[in-house]
């Protein structure tokens, strides 16, 4: 088969990985005493032998031709404690929509107020076996590029190269007005000390969205939030994360290259 007929699942990767460590109806793994975060992964049955058989062909087969391309989703970062939408015993949740984003001042404010509290645990998460199955996997020859929905660029902290963020990265930060970026975790700081008041809720026990911010509790006032200027261009308020909210569109060069993916299973020239 040609390298563009080869999609390899993220989460089908992880899910097969584990499926010889997890039987089915096993509750998700605890944090470590290292401070790890909680694995979210949702029990999974174990792999068949036939399609265990089969994957390794499919990537055997590959290796002479580029590698097999993946395409990665919520799934595989769901072991490193990060949630996702769709997994049995999920809250339901209305995500930011990149329209309420850019509309609304008081939405951007309170994004970001989740955001300051939610991120710090983000960043805590690593990559886990998932993530480092797919690097050896590509080092080796087996696996090509990747492409990814995800936005915490465990890929690439596991070691892979060739990935393709579709929806951007939640841990740089793009200006509405000037376009101008900065890193995720300088405005963190930049966050926390326009906002020391705030900082607290980060060590409550409240839920933790998908989108990396969290839960608040009800009847704050996030009209005295405040969100720093933009370092380029000294607009307030205008700070967006570098990723594709709901009902946003894909950068032009991203779609682009992502088509020349799946149609011959390596990067442009």
Known sequence: NRPSQHFLS????IQRRLAHQVPSGCAPMQASPGGELQNLAPAAARAPAAALD???EMLMSSRGEGGALVVSGAGISTASGIADYRSPGRPLYKPMTHQDFVGSEWARKRYWARSMNGYLRLA???????HRALAMLQRAGFVGSI??????KLHQRAGSNKVLELHGTIHEIECLKCGGREDRADLQARLE???PAWIHHAREQLQHRPDGDIDLPRGLNYEDYMVPPCTHCGAET???PAVVFHGGSLLPHVRDDATFLSQHGAPPP
């Open 193 to 195: 000390e326009a906002n």
């Open 54 to 56: 089969q994957l390794v």
């Open 124 to 130: 805590q998460a690593k990559p886990n076996d998932g």
């Open 238 to 240: 205008t700070l967006k």
């Open 147 to 152: 492409i990814t929905q995800n936005v915490d």
């Open 10 to 13: 993220g989460q089908q990767a």
